[in-house]
Structure formats: structure tokens, C-alpha cells
């Protein structure tokens, strides 16, 4: 069976072709970074009539890197949310008409589901149950795994997450937009000793999270200087969120994989791609003897291969999971526990 995956829940435009029995055949990425950069962040008009204009030549691309026509594929998941509203609108109507021409059936799929099944598409994919730490966006979440559509929250952000916290520190710092790789590159030139900042809710017994502190004390450090801050500076303060959040965000890892008794870290999302938080998360299984395991670099972002993967593990157990409406139905906001078991 091949999906077709659409992906246009914010500032990327994914398109890509996954066969159950040969895995991932193409996909076909367009990133707006560059157009919202100026802006300091996304501009939800921008992004759509961005993704107007992408999807189609995307589609092209992915069928032709893949080597198949239109009428091959079998299938066609899009992402139905959560997101910007305007944006999952581009990507349903471009899925729906689509399957609509082709009379083929069609999947919402949530775009947290994708995130958080994309490691799976790599070479050496974990097996079920595993821990998964979420880290994508406005959202940062640790759950338990047992299956497709079987996920436990066992603890979330309960203000700011930690992909918020680091685009709104750069931000603080003038490292525009996107701001989280920017300031985890200047952080590997910082001074560990320089800053202190704090841990929110490292010691508590439970799971979940604050960063909304953190980034009030960067705020409050870039304060203190009286005139502008030298570069040194700013690499130091880097340095000291940097290791903050790392800080918190492997402890409570740590703390999960001891409660529930598994040995198998999975991360998903944005920030996944930080090299700091590998590093802590690589030393800190070597120490304790569990394995974490990561999306490939490249499916770290938006994408829309991750979309293909989660639907076509979805019509694999549920072949009726995908139907012939081609109504154009988002869900702007969908938690992610309100889905069904594969």
C-alpha cells in the first residue's frame, strides 16, 4: 500500500510517498524560515498562502523521485492537527481534492502522532512500549508508548514548553528567528561557570514541566546589563539556559524510565535535533543501561513523511481507517489522548 503524507500544520510544507512493504519512497520538504525571519516568527496569513503555492510542485517532486504517477497511490493522510487553523486548511484541501480526483480514500492524522512515531522510520526503529519525550513546538510532553494510538501522559509543560523557551530566550538575546538552534550554537562558545540559572521543577515527583521561569531569568539577566552585552556575554547566558533546560529535561526522562521500569527513550520533535541534549541523554543511558533512540536529523522538523508513516501504520491495522469524505475537517486543537488505538 502507498500513502501519500501532507503536512502543513505551521511554517513547512511536507510532502511524501511511504509503501508499507518498501518503506519510505520520497519526500519533498519547503521550509518558510525565510520569509517569517523578518518577521521574528511565524505569520499565520504568510504560512498558508505559502503552502498554496508549494504543495502542487512538492507533489511533483515527491512522484517523481518515488518513480510513481498519481494513480499508484493507495492512499492519502494529511495532517488534520493541531496547527494554525488557515495552514491545515491548505493541506486537507490539497489531500481531499486530491482524493477526491482519484477516488481514493483519505486519513486525518495527528501531527503529534507523527512526531512521536518518526523515529520508527529510521533504520534501527525502537520496539513497543517505550518512553517517548515529546519536545515539538508549544508542546513538551513524556508518555508512555505501548502501541499506535496507545499513549499515556504521564507529564506536560504547564506554561511555556521548551521549544517556546528557547525561541523566546534567543529572542531576548537578539538572535532572531528561529531561535532554538541559533542559541544552542552560540551556547558551545559559552562559560558553564558564568550562569546559574534555574531548574524548574527538577526535584518534584512528578513528570512534568515549567519553563516560563527560565526564560523570566534570562530576561532578567539580559536586564541587569547596564550597557549593551559583548558577545562573550551572550554565549555565556546561552550556555547557562542551555544547560538548564537539558538539565531538567533529562532528569524527568530519567525519572520516567525508572517508574515505569522501561529501557527504551524515545525523542521526538524540534528540539530533539539539539547536539546538548543528545549528548546528556547518550551519557545519561551509558550511566543507567536503557537506549534512547532518535528521528533522523532531517525528521526532526515538520515533515511530511512522518504523516505518510503514521497513516500508513494506521491503515495497516485499520484498513477502513480511511474513508471517501473529502469534507475539509481540521481540529486547530486536538490533544493528543483523545485518539483511538490502532
Known amino acids: 500500500m502507498i500513502v501519500l503524507g501532507v503536512e502543513s500544520s505551521c511554517d513547512e510544507t511536507g510532502l511524501a510517498l511511504y509503501d508499507t512493504e518498501r518503506g519510505l519512497l520520497s ?49 492519502i493522510a494529511y495532517t488534520q492537527g493541531p496547527g494554525l487553523a488557515g495552514a491545515l486548511l491548505v493541506g486537507s484541501s490539497v ?5 477526491l480526483a482519484l477516488d481514493k480514500p483519505v486519513l486525518g492524522v495527528h501531527h503529534l502522532e507523527g512526531h512521536l512515531l518518526s523515529p520508527l522510520l529510521a533504520s534501527d526503529p525502537p520496539e513497543f512500549p517505550f518512553i517517548a519525550l515529546l519536545v515539538s513546538g508549544g508542546h513538551t510532553q513524556l508518555m508512555r508508548v505501548d502501541g499506535v494510538g496507545r ?11 521548551a ?14 528567528y528561529p531561535g532554538g538552534p541559533a542559541i544552542s550554537r552560540l551556547a558551545e562558545f559559552g562559560d558553564p561557570t558564568a550562569y546559574t540559572l534555574p ?34 556575554d551572550k554565549a555565556n547566558i546561552a550556555r547557562g539556559f542551555v544547560d538548564a533546560i537539558v538539565d531538567v529535561l533529562t532528569a524527568k526522562c530519567v525519572n520516567a524510565l525508572r517508574h515505569t521500569g522501561l529501557k527504551r527513550l524515545v525523542i521526538a520533535g524540534g528540539v530533539g535535533a539539539n547536539a546538548q541534549l543528545r549528548a546528556s541523554l547518550n551519557a545519561a543511558a551509558a550511566k543507567r543501561k536503557f537506549r534512547v533512540y532518535y528521528p533522523e ?24 481507517a480511511a474513508q471517501h469524505d473529502y469534507s475539509f475537517n481540521v481540529r486547530p486543537r486536538w490533544p493528543l489522548d483523545e485518539l483511538e488505538a490502532a
Open 297 to 320: 536529523l532531517e525528521f526532526c522538523t515538520d515533515n511530511g513523511a512522518m504523516i505518510a508513516f503514521a497513516g500508513a501504520l494506521r491503515l495497516k491495522a485499520k484498513p477502513d
Open 199 to 232: 531548574r524548574p521543577m527538577l526535584h518534584t515527583k512528578d513528570f512534568n514541566f515549567s519553563f516560563s521561569g527560565l526564560k523570566t531569568a534570562v530576561l532578567t539577566v539580559v536586564k541587569s546589563q547596564q550597557t549593551n552585552i559583548c558577545e562573550q
Open 95 to 99: 489531500a481531499c481534492s486530491l482524493a
Open 163 to 176: 521549544g517556546e523557551a528557547f525561541d523566546k530566550s534567543a529572542k531576548l538575546l537578539g538572535l532572531g
Open 151 to 161: 499513549y499515556t501522559l504521564l507529564g506536560e509543560t504547564l506554561d511555556d514548553a
Open 27 to 75: 519526500h519533498a520538504l519547503h521550509s518558510q524560515v525565510a520569509m517569517h525571519e523578518e518577521y521574528g516568527g511565524v505569520v499565520p496569513e504568510l504560512a498558508s498562502r505559502d503552502h498554496i503555492r508549494r504543495a502542487l510542485p512538492l507533489l511533483e517532486q515527491a512522484l517523481s523521485s518515488a518513480g510513481i504517477a498519481k494513480t499508484d497511490i493507495d492512499a
